[in-house]
């Protein structure tokens, strides 16, 4: 009998993992006590199975969500890492994985440490924390041999690489790290990373475009960065391994964040193997960060006052395909407020090896299920997914691996 997709829900609020049969919701595993790093999110490993950083006990979780199936545990492996977590990524062969530092619950950057992790070293996964430079970086994993580890700082901006290995080799007590190669960046703005593991190319999302940089040996070098083609500018990236694109949200507007319901947004997308494929898809006022890539689509949540909605983007002949309304969520975001301090969220998750598309309901405990363009049910769980909680599709052989970067 072939495996169905299945969904992690995570409450990083409650503190709940749980894994879901789809479509019925039936449940297939349940985590209790783990508080995922939600900014870090979800990051697919070969094999099918998934990563993330609980931020409260201060460990990387490696899950095996069909390892039940076959008399496997869930939790497949486990190992320390320096908390809060703000990216996590992997190389492409998913042994090696670097866990960078962020703010947390503090308004201003205050942790300088990197987490590097050899999930297979012998006897169990090992892990070696270093010092590297206080901010919120950025990290890609280049390279299946002798990788290295690439962080994107901002101000001023930066590309450091570490070899993997002289990482691992660290003494303990956290030492400072030296790079083996840095390279600066035009803009001081950094956010968002995406890593194409056929070509070795890293990209980061910056105010003046995407940048690029190859891996050459030991060495990165830098290359044209690519426009936004237009005004504002993108705050996420994300790989579509299936159709080799890269996808974002460009935001435009005022500034001020009480202002968020003026924003503009248009899907951004660039071929990775045709650099005639680019271009911009409008998607509505709001707020829309985060996206999810289907075997058809790619899927924005897009929240307004005047109501939110799922929005489907065409992933081979980019359009929009779908707006499907979504209920209204109580504790939203309101205009002249902030719309991501003390509200509710939405999650959006999706496999690019399934038609299926989930979207969480924050607060109400409610996760949106739509096939293709209709809808599929509502499902329901025992908590309350505070902030939208945080949602990771899979299915079996979707090769969502091939997009290396936390979720």
């Known amino acids: 009998m072939p495996l169905s997709p299945r969904l992690l829900v995570a409450d990083q609020v409650a503190g709940s993992l749980r894994l879901l049969d789809l479509p019925d919701g039936a449940v297939a595993g349940v985590v209790a006590d783990r508080h995922l790093a939600e900014h870090a999110g979800f990051l697919a490993l070969p094999g099918g199975r998934a990563a993330f950083v609980d931020d409260l006990a201060g460990e990387l979780v490696v899950l095996d969500p069909y390892g039940p199936d076959a008399g496997r545990p869930l939790v497949a492996a486990t190992a320390p890492v320096a908390v809060p977590a703000e990216h996590l990524a992997a190389d492409p062969t998913g042994r090696r994985i670097a866990v960078t530092t962020g703010l947390g619950r503090n308004h201003a950057a205050w942790s300088d440490l990197l987490t590097a992790v050899d999930l297979d070293a012998p006897d169990r996964p090992r892990a070696v924390r270093v010092r590297t430079r206080t901010g919120e970086p950025g990290v890609t994993v280049l390279g299946a041999d002798d990788p290295l580890v690439v962080l994107r700082h901002r101000e001023p901006g930066a590309l450091t690489a570490y070899r993997h290995a002289d990482l691992m080799a660290a003494a303990p007590a956290c030492p ?39 891996r050459e040996g030991g060495r990165l070098v830098v290359e044209e960065p690519l426009p936004w083609g237009g005004p504002g500018r993108g705050y996420y990236l994300r790989l579509d391994p299936a159709r080799r694109t890269l996808w974002s949200c460009v935001r435009g507007g005022p500034p001020d964040p009480g202002r968020w319901p003026e924003w503009t947004n248009d899907a951004w997308f ?20 985060r996206l ?3 075997a058809a689509h790619i899927a924005y949540a897009r929240v307004h006052p005047d109501g939110d909605e799922l929005v489907l983007v065409d992933a081979e002949s980019p359009r929009v395909a779908a707006r499907l309304p979504l209920p209204a969520m109580d504790g939203a975001p309101r205009p002249g407020g902030t719309p991501w301090d003390g509200v509710q969220r939405r999650a959006v998750a999706a496999s690019p090896g399934s038609a299926l598309v989930a979207v969480s309901r924050g607060g109400h405990g409610e996760i949106h299920l739509f096939d293709g363009t209709s809808p599929a049910g509502t499902l329901r769980v025992p908590a309350p997914l505070d902030e939208g909680g945080h949602l990771a599709l899979l299915a079996p052989g ?9 979720r």
Do not use: I, K, M, N
């Not at 650099?275 to 707020?287: A, K, N, Q, S, Y």
């Not at 979707?398 to 936390?406: C, E, I, N, Q, S």
């Open 398 to 406: 979707d090769g969502a691996h091939l997009d290396p970067v936390g």
């Open 270 to 289: 660039h071929g990775l193997d045709d650099d005639r494929r680019t271009g911009r898809v409008p998607l509505g006022p709001g707020l829309v960060f």
């Open 292 to 294: 999810a890539v289907s």
């Open 176 to 214: 400072p790290a030296t790079p083996a190669y840095e390279t600066g960046l035009a803009d001081a703005d950094g956010h968002g990373d995406a890593h194409d593991p056929l070509t070795g190319r890293l990209f980061a999302a910056a105010g003046s475009g995407v940048h690029r940089a190859r």
